[in-house]
């Protein structure tokens, strides 16, 4: 363990000096910097002018931050990635559609040929691809890398809810319709919970829905 966590730490600390440098290189020659990637993206919102310096984190959070990505996230990364292959060869009429709309884009030229503009140009076009984005959403709602997550609560809040409050001793206080929060209390996220909720994603909520309805997409942009 400690092993690997000493070449997360080096490998992640020379990613941060790379992108320091991209940065710096783009803003001397006065051009954005066009690095897609968790890390880049951070260090750019980092950077950013119309940020208060109080508001900034440090190059050794930014460290912190990828080492969780890189240790905690590839997991998920894979099992995310193997049930959604899985739900593909379950419904073949699903993966033929998805081919066609990857090769809709894909580059006439070999891909080690292309600059690094063009890259980027091939990603935004990956990235807006409407079918593979429905497949990516449905396939993580469905079989959640994350079963749940727990979470501390920063400051007193009120949670609204869409029904009564149910007591832990099973009674139903009509009257009321938002849950107290106080601070230092550890919320216990249900990812798995919201995701196959039949009340939220209808009677079908336990299978792969990859006929989208308006409505499966509202939710959709409000969970992710």
Avoid at 51 to 56: F, M, N, T, V
Avoid at 112 to 119: H, M, V, W
Avoid at 190 to 219: H, M, P, R
Wanted: proline content about 4%.
């Amino acid at each position: 363990m400690e092993r690997s966590q000493k070449t997360i730490h080096r490998v992640a600390s020379r990613l941060i000096q790379e992108n320091n440098r991209k940065i710096q290189e783009a803003e001397k020659d006065g051009l954005p910097f066009l690095g897609k990637d968790v890390l880049s993206l951070l260090m750019k919102s980092n950077a950013s002018t119309d940020l208060l310096p109080e508001h900034r984190i440090s190059d050794e959070d930014i460290l912190h931050n990828i080492n969780t990505i890189m240790f905690a996230g590839s997991d998920t990364s894979s099992l995310g990635l193997t049930w959604t292959l899985l739900l593909l060869a379950q419904h073949p009429e699903i993966q033929t559609r998805l081919r066609e709309e990857l090769l809709s884009i894909a580059p006439s030229s070999d891909l080690a040929n292309l600059t690094e503009d063009e890259i980027h140009s091939l990603y935004d076009n990956i990235a807006n691809l409407p079918f593979l984005d429905n497949v990516c959403r449905e396939s993580l709602r469905l079989v959640s890398p994350i079963h749940s997550s727990l979470r501390v609560a920063m400051q007193d809040d009120e949670i609204p809810t869409s029904y009564p409050v149910h007591r832990r001793d099973g009674t139903i206080d009509e009257g009321r319709r938002s849950v107290t929060v106080t601070k230092g209390s550890f919320v216990h996220v249900a990812v798995e919970g919201f995701n196959l909720d039949k009340g939220i994603w209808g009677e079908d909520a336990w299978e792969f829905q990859y006929v989208v309805s308006f409505v499966i997409v509202e939710f959709w942009s409000v969970l992710t």
